[in-house]
């Protein structure tokens, strides 16, 4: 059979690392999740008891309409008002299957096939695939410590003619994030070129100095993507949304119709629960957790020599450059899981130029978890390079 060319993109690094976590596991290996961004918690009880009482109450589950049950539509809208202080009509929200659907449903609608698209490198290694599978030109800006790894009005000024802009803040993997100023200027800078402004706001509520601000607390002519996967500890329920602008509503409701005709309505029922005051209360604890286990690990990692530790703003990672004399992060990471049993995923995820040197590590697991994930990598890091490598290789 011929396979199509857009549909060839490299694949979601994390992902193949947390399978062959997966097959360590089933064959009697303890391991320690660090690769994948999933909090350790899962869902908060009132969700749980929200679908437990749905189906118990005999509910049919058949379709929802496409753009989501009106109750969970106007409960977000409830959060814009709450957590920002900005009136977002809830006709304008459109919940969708994770955010990962939003990004579908964002550069389907504003972006025809060779439009091309700002995202920063390092940076969530989706965006590019998936605008490389709708043949979408991901302009790839290369940012770093110096612009706290986040794009600036003069990182889109050279990168030629530009149609959008995706921004993530905090994010990931660096856990940066764009404060009002800088969000003011990336806005302008688009007003100016002509480009479609998408805020991936995944990781708003994970934030340990400042909130994180929302674009649309400065314009409405933005798409926002949010979702139930991080903050409210909800990955495989797969229930996210997004803000529109009003001018977009219909097309995106098309789209959604057609695609996917709705969202999983019993994620939706678990959201509405998680949005309830014992579901947002059971969430806003999380925080604390996050907070003892980035204060775990980052001073962790700059004792056995990790260079150029990314700030962690917010979000659970710490991406950082490998201690001098460790070559390639895939190769370390290889032999991280092989023979210390801890799952990171390497910086060629994120940065397909620049992240051989680098790795990513999770810190949404148990704080237990985090300590003897860092006790395992320190021995492997006292160890030294040579010799490990030689092992593993002889592995
Ligand atoms: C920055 C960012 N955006 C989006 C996603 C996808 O999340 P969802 O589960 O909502 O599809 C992730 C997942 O890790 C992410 O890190």
Redesign the pocket.
Known sequence: MKISRRSQTAPFIAMDVLAEAGRAEAAGRHVIHME??EPAHGAPMAAREAVARAIRDGAGLGYTSGLGLPRLREAIAGLYAARHGVAVDPARVVVTA????GFVLSFLALFDAGARVAIADPG?P?YRNILQALDVVPVRLAAGPATRFQPTPALLAGAGPLDGLLV?SP??PTGTMIDRAEMAALIGFCEGAGASLIS?E??HGITYDAPAVSALELTGEVVVIN?F??YHAM?GW?V?WMVVPEGLLRTVQNLAQNLFICPPHLGQIAALGALSPEGEAEVAGHLAHYRANRAALIPALERMGFRDIAPADGAFYAYARLPEGWGDSREFCAQLLAEHGVAATPGLDFDPERGAGTVRFSFARSTAEIEEGIDRLSRMIADGPRRGMAAARAG
């Open positions: 994948v961004g994770g955010s990962s659907a969530y989706c993530a994010a990931n991936d995944i990781y979702s996967s991080k990955t797969r996210g």
